[in-house]
C-alpha cells in the first residue's frame, strides 16, 4: 500500500513539474508579439516594430534603403547596428555575436540590457574614446 502512495505521489508530482514547465515556456512565448511590418516614411525600405520583453523596438532600412546600415530604437532612445563581415549583424550593446538580420541584433541587446536602458548619447557630448 505504501509502494503505491509513493508511486502515485511521484506521478502527481511528474505531472505538476510537466505542466508547470509548459506553462511557463507558453507565457514566454506569448508575451513575445511578432515584428509587425511596415513601409518606411518615403515609401522605401523595411521597417519593423515590435514589444520586446516590455520593450519598444523600431528598426528602419533593414534593406540598406537608408544609406547604409539600418536605423534601430529601443524605448525611442537609438541603438546603433552594424554590419559584419559575415554579413551578419551587431550592436554595441552584444558585439561578440553576429546576427542573420538587424531585429535578431536588436532583440539579442534587449536581451542584454535586462532592466537597464540605454544612454540618451552613445560616447558623451564629444563622441566615444579610445
Known amino acids: ?3 503505491r502512495g509513493r508511486r502515485a505521489a511521484l506521478r ?13 515556456a507558453l ?6 508579439t511578432p515584428a509587425r511590418r511596415t513601409h518606411a516614411p518615403g515609401g522605401t525600405g523595411d521597417a519593423f516594430a515590435e514589444m ?3 520593450r519598444r523596438i523600431e528598426v528602419r532600412g533593414a ?3 537608408y544609406g ?11 541603438l546603433p547596428v552594424m554590419r559584419c563581415a559575415d554579413g551578419g549583424y551587431l550592436t554595441p550593446v552584444d558585439h561578440y555575436a553576429s546576427y542573420p538580420t538587424p531585429l535578431e ?4 541587446a534587449v536581451d542584454e540590457l535586462g532592466d537597464a536602458r540605454l544612454a540618451d548619447t552613445l560616447g558623451g557630448a564629444h563622441g566615444v574614446h579610445a
Open 1 to 3: 500500500m505504501v509502494v
Open 12 to 24: 502527481a508530482l511528474f505531472t505538476f513539474s510537466v505542466v508547470a514547465f509548459t506553462g511557463g
Open 27 to 32: 507565457a514566454r512565448i506569448a508575451a513575445t
Open 52 to 54: 520586446y520583453r516590455g
Open 63 to 65: 534593406d540598406g534603403a
Open 68 to 78: 547604409g546600415g539600418p536605423e534601430a530604437r529601443v524605448d525611442g532612445r537609438r
Open 105 to 108: 541584433a536588436v532583440r539579442a
